[in-house]
């Protein structure tokens, strides 16, 4: 497997292939509903047939791949007479029942055919937000490498609820990646492209390469939710681009017929660079894939110590607490504006703080004891948003 130094210099080279992709030996690739099924919502085997060609084809010739398919909930609408996804929960649930069978059992049946064997792997969000699930996950993905069996990974849609889920599989994509430690990851869409604006519209251009931020300023996103049968659009494809590049992954997005173009290395779709230098993953895990059960206000001072200098949060720069949780959860950091400026391992539960705020720790260890002499948010559980 190349290393994420090797790729990161790869992917700023300018040439016809990028080596970036070439060079990759573990990939994960993601592909959409819209991009497997009929207008109808019944799966369309031929599309899934030339996928897990284009993906048999780079487990033979030595790399390993971890497939992120959505298409469960739409290939359930069929079978069930169903005219449309479904907008109440209970009724995606059992889309999904029914189609996830279907789904796995086509790409079985279709891996097969290349002498390969795949393993089905539903995660919710608790698998990839709880240290202790991340960690049976990782060792699931990995166990299923070793074997060299393809991974076929999706949300577990029959049991997510409301508050606890993905929402769409861009997110889950990246997060898989940077679990797996890969190489590369592939967005499949309905899109061949990230462009300046509407791509049906005149004077519209594709953007082949997102070096940064300032490359996306300007640029008409749109709002997730608007993929047909599926749950995503382009700014989940985006936000998922943002986090693996995070972690020193490159990113190309592309149309799903052009999957085999992609990862052959030719300049198709858009390329996200990825940064240099791949954070610890204790960080990464604590900014992406947590979600916060409160929220801590600071006063500016606190702001300028934790943003700044990278101090510790300590009860005195604290105004306010809102939210319920316990020592240990992840919290949100935010200023005066309520704008989220770091999140954090918090070392108390919401129900202490309250009498704690605006007092030093000094005060509060003479007066409380020496157990109350400890930082809120400690700096090494702490990352900057």
């Known amino acids: 497997m190349g290393c994420a130094r090797d790729l990161a210099r790869a992917t700023a080279q300018n040439g016809r292939v990028r080596e970036a992709v070439t060079a990759a030996r573990r990939i994960v690739v993601k592909v959409g509903s819209s991009s497997l099924t009929t207008a109808a919502g019944g799966l369309d085997t031929g599309r899934v047939d030339n996928l897990t060609g284009v993906l048999a084809g780079l487990v033979a010739d030595g790399r390993e791949v971890v497939l992120v398919s959505s298409g469960a909930i739409a290939a359930g609408l069929a079978p ?36 390969l064997t795949v393993g089905q792997v539903l995660l919710t969000v608790d698998d990839v937000t709880r240290r202790a699930h991340y960690r049976n996950a990782f060792r699931t993905l990995r166990k299923l490498l070793d074997l060299r069996a393809v991974p076929i990974v999706n949300e577990n849609d029959t049991v997510a609820t409301d508050e606890i889920r993905f929402g769409d599989n861009d997110r889950l994509a990246a997060l898989v990646a940077a679990l797996v430690d890969a190489d590369l990851l592939v967005l499949l869409s309905d899109v061949d492209a990230l462009y ?103 006063d500016s001072g606190a702001v300028q110590a934790v943003v700044a200098r990278r101090k510790s949060l300590l009860p005195a720069g604290i105004t306010a607490v809102d939210g319920a949780f316990t020592a240990g959860d992840p919290v949100d950091l935010v200023d005066d504006s309520g704008a989220p400026v770091a999140r954090g391992l918090v070392n108390y539960d919401a129900v202490e703080l309250p009498a704690l705020l605006g007092r030093s720790t000094v005060e509060l260890a003479a007066a409380l004891g020496p157990a109350y002499e400890r930082e809120v948010v400690h700096r090494d559980d702490l990352v900057l948003l």
């Not at 999904?96 to 049946?109: N, R």
């Not at 052009?258 to 604590?286: D, I, K, N, Y």
């Open 196 to 298: 300046t604006g509407d791509p049906t519209r005149p004077g519209t251009t594709r953007i082949t390469d997102v070096h940064s931020e300032a490359d996306l300023a300007g640029i008409a996103i749109g709002r997730a939710g608007k993929a047909g049968v599926g749950t995503g659009g382009m700014v989940t494809k985006v936000e998922a681009a943002r986090i693996a590049t995070g972690a020193s992954i490159p990113v190309v997005l592309t149309g799903a017929p052009l999957a085999a173009a992609a990862l052959a290395g030719e300049p198709v779709g858009t390329l996200f660079h990825p940064v240099p230098q791949r954070p610890a993953a204790r960080l990464f895990w604590l900014a992406h894939a947590t979600s916060p059960r409160g929220r801590l206000h600071l």
């Open 80 to 115: 069930l007479g169903l005219a449309r996804r479904p907008r109440d929960l209970a009724t995606q649930q059992a889309a999904a029942s029914v189609g996830q069978g279907l789904l796995i059992g086509h790409y079985a049946a279709s891996f097969a055919r290349h002498g």
